[in-house]
């Protein structure tokens, strides 16, 4: 059978996620050291290890069907590979900066002025939607330094906690795009690689699903146990199972981790006690 062949860097800031994503989602295979390729034991699949900008050409080649890249990577490359999913992880955001000292009044302060980036295209592009004309410095790394050793005015880099800007004297003024780690594909994968791939989404899914909801138990008194369902419906119905203590039940459900503290005092309000949260490992809804 043919074997998915999934790209994810070799090393880096996407590797960690990237293969605990994998891993979750239960294919098993070595973490290769040295190796380019190793083939996952339980799963029709095999992983590529790569440099990141290069797996979008890996795709368009053919040689890889699909890949987590960072999404800034993706738009940069223009390549020819589907938006698979956001795989929310290795967050950042690109933006533009410029020398602290700079008075910034707005987009205008570029017309005329040097960018340096390592995001030609992205930056092109975004230059053009604001109708600005400026010069664009493409240089692969240390970005930051540019505009100190007087190489340009400006650049566009990736930001994550902001502190390689303030540390090199600059101040974030514009968020050109916000990033994360994505899923990507080649949209002429076979059939049977299809359904591959339908299955390890499928599988991802559970897990990222796992990750948002957390499985709560409480105690209750019996009256207040429809109020409470209203807060935390769960899947389909909480499970209510009385309690020994007459007048009381034992509700269990699941809550989403977005809303959960808010949950948590109407809950309280609503009398419940012995509040229990767990990790869920795997949801499949
Ligand atoms: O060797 P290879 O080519 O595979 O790796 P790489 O060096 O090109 O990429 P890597 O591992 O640095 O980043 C891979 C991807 O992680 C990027 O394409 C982004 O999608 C994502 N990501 C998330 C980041 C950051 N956070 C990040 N902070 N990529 C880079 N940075 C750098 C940034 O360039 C800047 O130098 O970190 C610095 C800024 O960080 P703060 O925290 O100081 O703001
Ligand atoms: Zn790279």
Known sequence: MDRLRIAIQKSGRLQEGSLALLKESGLVFSNGREQLKTQVRNFPAEILFL????IPQYIEDHVADV????????LEKGKNND???RLDFAKCRLSVAVPKAEEYKGINFFQGKNIATSYPNIVREFLEQNKITAGIHEISGSVEIAPGIGLADAICDIVSTGSTLLSNGLKEVEVVLQSEAVLVADPEISEAKKTV????LFRIEAVQSAKNNKYILLNCPNDSVEKITNVIPGMKSPTVMPLSRKGWSSLHSVVNENDFWEKIDLLKSFGAEGILVIPIEKMIL
């Open 51 to 54: 440099r990141d900008d290069d």
């Open 67 to 74: 890949g987590i890249i960072g999404e800034n990577v993706r």
């Open 83 to 85: 938006l698979i999913k």
């Open 197 to 200: 791939l339908e299955n390890l």
